[in-house]
């Protein structure tokens, strides 16, 4: 599977934007889709995870309350969309694959393909 992540840019503090990962080569089926976020200087961050069979979700602490994930099946395509931005929440934006545990979603050296990033940059 091949990913794809689109969507971001910049916006201001208050604002919102829908991220996308669409997926090619082949389905969703059968994987748990993740969203992480990266800020300069920091670790990778977990920020949300889909198991596409089935439709359990998991939104990160941090995030929860502003932050929602679904998904077009049709499209073969998960949505991030992100409302009452913060400039904390300024990151490159990445969705990645995984087969393992939804114990382990959090971890994201669990994930073995990922999508390119899109940044997403808040201004205050």
């Known amino acids: 599977v091949q990913l794809q992540a689109s969507g971001g840019g910049l916006v201001q503090a208050g604002g919102s934007l829908r991220l996308s990962c669409a997926a090619s080569?082949?389905?969703?089926?059968?994987?748990?889709v993740g969203w992480f976020r990266q800020a300069p200087g920091k670790e990778r961050e977990f920020v949300s995870a889909f198991r596409w069979s089935g439709g359990t979700t998991r939104i990160a602490d941090s995030v929860k309350g502003r932050f929602t994930i679904s998904r077009d099946i049709a499209k073969n395509t998960l949505f991030l969309q992100m409302n009452s931005l913060k400039p904390e929440d300024t990151a490159v934006y990445y969705c990645?694959?995984?087969?393992?545990?939804?114990?382990?979603?959090?971890?994201?050296?669990?994930?073995?393909?990922w999508g390119q990033g899109t940044l997403v940059t808040v201004s205050s």
């Open positions: 990645a694959v995984t087969r393992i545990v939804w114990s382990e979603i959090a971890n994201h050296k669990r994930y073995n393909v």
């Open positions: 080569g082949q389905s969703f089926s059968g994987y748990i």
